[in-house]
Every structure is written in structure tokens, then in C-alpha cells.
């Protein structure tokens, strides 16, 4: 073979193999004006990366963090619902701790518990500190600690009368992560007293009082946090589910003495007695606080919990989610039909493979009503200018990928495909 022909040989192997890399239309990728930045503890809008949070403990995580740990800012990313059904709404939190290494420590809405990963730097927007212990800390009680919850308004202003035990309190610090459970004679109320996570370590130490309701015969847990603000609730057990739970009547509660500086996880101190009225008798019961640590997901939890969630969404044709709507998204406007019209049925399969083979192509059709197409799938997304061009028999369709500005004309059985998902749009 002659050299000339050898090249021309060689240049059309090169052109063939080009042809097989075709450009598609559909890159899902974090869309930045999907989502709204802020700071957890500055209570204030962030600049930080979407990208950067929402990629926080996708890669390999780890279940210790190791050294004295410090924590720095929470940095929360949430999507509000692209339209009233509020089907697409996302959040994800990412907090900042320092020990031996770097750590992010997610929250994110798939797992019920944490997930951390070293991380080789913090954002430029981590700016504050908080030494934390990994068990709750024993603290005294001032005076006028004491002072502030029998001034609280809760207690003028409850709708029952509370009659407070101003002696009968008790102070712990912040905890890393974990859940302090309250029990009754060794039965815990259905929810823990307090839950510790590093997002919340800036709400300061926490002190907690009695009070008892006399028209309810019930005990009152008054919470006083870091900011000065007091919570009520009742006290409620239940030891057996078919009762209700047990009235304390003529109560009296007395704190007892404990003899650890710290709260060991697992160990049930003795912290209140409870004495009390039952059928003519004067009984006591032992009110404990148990610490409960956290456990951080390992990769294979994660993982598993992420599938299964995403067959929970498969099963009832939740996602991705495919929009085609007259104006562009709006934070502080949810959109309703007739501006937002969401693909038909529950299976989009096929119109989003219609949309992978649309052909790039240096023309686009005309504006119609609609105006848009947005694709949400998860955290990712991606966004396109959509226009028309009637023919005799059929009409063209052509979305621009508002990224690259790239625009894709969908298939003749692409667009059928697509009118098929919004039979609105077939005359418009």
C-alpha cells in the first residue's frame, strides 16, 4: 500500500473511532442554584462549594475520630422543593472536626446515623471553634442557674400549673455524638432526653430541672440550654403499651448524689428519686441517665442504606424526577401547575433515554410557553432550554444544555417519546 493511501487508511480509523465517543446530551451534576448555603452555628448564608459538601463522605469513611477533638463550623446544604408536591426536597449537613486529623461528619437524609471521613483541608468558610468531650462532663450548679428556672416563664405561662423541685437539678456538657436516655425504674421514656451531635455543640451545657403538674399528677422535665432558652415536657413511661403511663401523685423528687465526673456510655447513674402517692402508700422510685454512644456508618452500611433507598424510589417511580415549566427555578417561589408540568406515569426510563440520544446539533427551535426542562435525580441534576419546530406531520424537539450551551435535537422516536410524557406540549 501505497504511503498516501496508508495515511488516508489510518485517518479514517482515527475519525471512526470519534464517532463511536458521541456526545451525550445527559450530565447530571450538582446544580448550584438548586441549592441554598449556610452555616449551622453563624446561622448565616455560606459561600462554600455545593460541590464540595455534597461529595463530603461519599468516598472511604472511617468510624473513629481519633485525638482532642475540636469542632469547627456546620456548613448545611438544602434544595427546597422544585414544585408544591415538595417530592424532590434534599439536605445534607457536613460539620468540621479537628483531632489528630481533619474530619467531615455528615448528616445526610438516607442514614439515621453519622458518617465521617478524613479530609485533607477545611473550606475557606470554617472559621469557628468549640473544644468538645466525647462523653457528656458532670457540671456543678450555680445559684443562679438555679435562679433562672424558677423565673422561666414556662413556668408562669404553661397552661398547667408547674410546681418546681429547685433543688433537683443536675448539668452535663456537650457530648460528641450519642443520646442521653432518662428511664423510671429502668424504663426509658420513648424518646432519648437529649441527643448530641457535633452540628449542635454550640448550644452550650445543659441544664435540666423537675417540676410536677398537681391536676395531672405528672413530673415536668424543664431543659435550660447554652442561649438561656427553657423547655418543658412531661415525664411519660410507658410499662405496659395497652396502659397509659403511670401518675406520680403528691410528688416529691430528690437528687441524689453521683459519683463520677463523667458520663461512662452504657452505665446507668442513679441521678433523681422520685417519692410519690400510689394506693395509699408512699413509694419511691430511682430516676437514671444512661449515655449512649454514637456509631458512625461504615461504607458497606452506607451503601446499603443508599440502595435500598433508591429501591424504595424505583418501587414507587419517584425518580429522577423530569419537569418541563414556563419560568427558571425560584427559591422564594414553589411552582405550581400550569407553570410546572412533571413527566406523566411513574416510569421515565424512556424519556430519559430519549434525552441521552439526542443528537448535538448548531440549531435550536422556537420559544414556546414552556421554557424549560429540568431533569432531578438525587443530589444531581441538570438543566436545558427547550424549544420546538413544527413540521407538517411531526414536531422537532431541542434542548440546550444550559452549561455548555450545547443544544441536542431528540430523535424523530425521541420526540414522540417525549410528547408521550407531556402530551400537553404536543399542540402548544
Not at 41 to 56: F, I, P, R, Y
Amino acid at each position: 500500500m501505497k504511503p498516501k493511501l496508508i495515511v488516508i487508511a489510518l485517518s479514517m480509523l482515527v475519525l471512526s473511532g470519534c464517532g463511536d465517543e458521541r456526545d451525550s446530551a445527559l450530565k447530571l451534576d450538582y446544580i448550584d442554584e438548586h441549592w441554598i448555603v449556610g452555616h449551622y452555628s453563624l446561622n448565616q448564608k455560606a459561600t462554600a462549594d455545593v460541590g464540595t459538601v455534597l461529595e463530603a463522605c461519599t468516598g472511604d469513611l472511617t468510624t473513629t475520630l481519633e485525638g482532642e477533638l475540636t469542632v469547627h463550623d456546620t456548613i448545611v446544604v438544602s434544595r427546597p422543593p422544585f414544585t408544591n408536591a415538595g417530592d424532590d426536597f434534599m439536605y445534607k449537613a457536613v460539620t468540621y472536626v479537628e483531632g489528630d486529623q481533619l474530619y467531615a461528619v455528615c448528616r445526610d437524609m438516607v442514614s439515621p446515623n453519622l458518617q465521617a471521613e478524613v479530609v485533607p483541608s477545611f473550606p475557606e468558610q470554617v472559621v469557628t471553634s468549640q473544644p468538645v468531650d466525647r462523653a457528656p462532663v458532670v457540671l456543678p450548679v450555680s445559684a443562679s442557674a438555679k435562679r433562672a428556672f424558677l423565673e422561666a416563664d414556662v413556668l408562669q405561662d404553661h397552661p398547667f400549673k408547674l410546681e418546681p423541685f429547685g433543688d433537683a437539678v443536675f448539668a452535663f456538657s456537650q457530648a460528641l455524638y450519642g443520646e442521653i436516655e432518662i428511664a423510671i425504674d429502668g424504663w426509658p421514656t420513648l424518646f432519648p432526653l437529649h441527643m448530641f451531635e457535633p452540628a449542635s455543640v454550640g448550644i452550650g451545657d445543659i441544664q435540666m430541672m423537675f417540676a410536677s403538674s398537681e391536676s395531672e399528677s405528672l413530673p415536668y422535665l424543664l431543659m435550660r440550654y447554652g442561649d438561656g432558652h427553657i423547655s418543658s415536657q412531661p415525664l411519660e413511661v410507658t410499662f405496659d403499651a395497652t396502659e397509659p403511663a403511670p401518675r406520680f401523685e403528691s410528688l416529691e423528687v430528690e437528687r441524689l448524689p453521683i459519683d463520677t465526673d463523667v458520663l461512662i456510655p452504657d452505665i446507668s447513674y442513679p441521678i433523681f428519686a422520685f417519692h410519690y402517692e400510689k394506693d395509699g402508700k408512699r413509694e419511691t422510685s430511682e430516676v437514671t441517665l444512661t449515655y449512649r454512644e454514637g456509631t458512625f456508618d461504615t461504607e458497606e452500611e452506607r451503601d446499603l442504606r443508599q440502595r435500598f433507598a433508591d429501591e424504595q424510589l424505583a418501587i414507587r417511580g419517584a425518580e429522577p424526577y423530569v419537569y418541563v415549566h414556563k419560568k427558571p427555578f425560584n427559591f422564594d417561589e414553589t411552582l405550581a401547575y400550569p407553570d410546572v408540568l412533571k413527566a406523566a406515569g411513574t416510569d421515565v426510563d424512556e424519556l430519559i433515554d430519549a434525552i441521552k440520544l439526542a443528537e448535538p446539533v448548531k440549531r435550536n427551535g422556537e420559544t414556546g410557553e414552556y421554557t424549560r426542562l429540568t431533569i432531578v435525580n438525587g443530589l444531581k441534576g441538570q438543566q436545558f432550554a427547550i424549544s420546538f419546530k413544527q413540521r407538517s406531520k411531526k414536531r422537532d424537539v431541542y434542548i440546550t444544555d444550559l452549561l455548555s450551551e450545547q443544544t441536542y435535537k431528540l430523535t424523530s422516536g425521541g420526540a414522540e417519546t417525549f410528547f408521550s410524557y407531556f402530551p400537553d406540549l404536543k399542540q402548544k
